[in-house]
């Protein structure tokens, strides 16, 4: 008699990579192509899960964060020309990309719906499915004057090839709720996308201790990409010594385990890929200790309320009693009540 091994039960490798590379600033489309080619050049590792930093295409708005509202008009109206509209040519050559390489892709992009942009997180399958479109729920201080705001109808963490995969964006992190909301999902591999070049050495610190801290608590294992500025485009976006200080350092490009180890070293300058392969019975080990959503819970102390439906500017209300109305046969007349 053959026993065949629980699927559950076998060792589960999935190697992961997270990218740091700069944007093209200056060609429509030159984002995208570096996308494309950093995929392809993943696959060729064996890579089967890769992430790319927060609103990498076209790119992230540097500028907003070191000019004023009414300096900005101009770089402004150009994001909105070449933001993502999903679904769309983008999204296509993406999915494309991914079919291909047979890989799960997570790409942060600025995208376009009519008059506003978003921050938003895209998750592709290794069929090419696009399976979460979620947007970043609060931009964060300048941010706010570019992107509108998210709801939780994308706190979702989705089946992938790779396993279940959820993904925040940047200062999300700092909001517990919103990474309890996916813990309470059982995400296996977090997809965490930072700006990078930003604010100086003090971010990549900070960045440090949030996705250890969130490998720890969830159990499992975190996948984070920030992006690079060269020289060149740093002085590109202000020609200010001062402010092109604020736009170096705050890089950490990792791979952490469930047990707060990274798996791989650390990328914190420079263009890179960062690679490393992920033992999926680290998961358990972890949460043989600490199940922060299982054994570890008190959920008769403390709970987590979710309004998960999208957010809309319109609400449609019937008036039940026309609903009534057209139940009654033809000709006959309501009954009224004394």
Partial sequence: MTIMADASSTKRIVRAAAVQIAPDFERPGGTLDRVCTAIDEAAAQGVQLIVFPETFVPYYPYFSFVRTPVAMGADHMKLYEQAVIVPGLVTQAVAEHARLANMVVVLGVNERDHGSLYNTQLVFDTDGRLLLKRRKITPTFHERMIWGQGDAAGLKVVDTNV??????????????????????????????????SLVGPIFAEQIEVTIRHHALESGCF???ATGWLTDAQIE???????????????????????????????????????????????????????????????????????????????????????????????????????
């Avoid at 999902?185 to 700006?195: A, G, K, L, M």
């Avoid at 976006?237 to 791979?255: E, F, S």
């Fill in 163 to 196: 396993g279940r995969v959820g993904a925040l964006a940047c200062w999300e992190h700092y909001n517990p709720l919103a990474r309890y909301a996916l813990m309470t999902q059982h995400e296996e591999i977090h997809c965490s996308q930072f700006p990078g």
């Fill in 222 to 224: 975190v996948v984070n």
């Fill in 236 to 338: 590109a976006i202000t020609p200010d010594p001062n402010l092109q200080r604020a736009l170096r350092g705050g890089c950490n490009t990792a791979i952490v385990s469930p047990e707060g180890q990274h798996l791989a070293e650390p990328l914190r300058e420079g263009e890179g890929m960062v690679i490393a392969d992920l033992d999926m019975s680290l998961i358990t080990k972890r949460k043989r200790m600490m199940d922060s959503v299982g054994h570890y819970a008190r959920p008769e102390l403390l709970s987590l309320a979710i309004n998960d439906r999208p957010a809309s500017p319109v609400t449609s209300f019937k008036d039940t009693r026309d609903d009534e109305r057209l139940r009654e046969p033809a000709g006959i007349e309501p009954a009224i009540d004394d």
